[in-house]
């Protein structure tokens, strides 16, 4: 019989790594639809979204080699720039960021996150 590891499940029957994941395609479709744009003035609002899109790729990484309480911190650093909270400013806007933030409180949940 061959060994395995167990996988938590959470949410709809996903894993935590594919609920991460599903975070960075959340992103990625609401930035090419328009429904999220990136926050700032010329060139910063594309490098902004790109600095949220690398706290989600490195949450997953974090989540994926089992570093929970690294990747809930880097959750927690993408949250805050997704909250509509003006300090610290927010790295997207529009429609779907309130959506997105919601995913990323989840995620922190199903994670046991603490604040």
Request: a negative charge; charged letters at 25%.
């Amino acid at each position: 019989m061959r060994p395995h590891d167990e996988v938590p499940l959470s949410g709809d029957g996903l894993s935590l790594e594919d609920q991460a994941a599903q975070l960075i395609d959340i992103l990625d479709e609401g930035l090419s639809q328009g429904l999220l744009t990136g926050v700032g003035n010329g060139a910063s609002a594309p490098k902004r979204t790109d600095a949220f899109r690398h706290m989600l790729e490195e949450a997953l990484t974090l989540i994926a080699g089992g570093d929970i309480g690294e990747a809930c911190d880097q959750l927690y650093a993408a949250l805050i720039h997704a909250d509509g909270e003006p300090q610290p400013g927010d790295f997207i806007a529009v429609a779907e960021r309130a959506s997105l933030a919601s995913e990323i409180v989840d995620l922190r949940s199903h994670l046991g996150c603490g604040n």
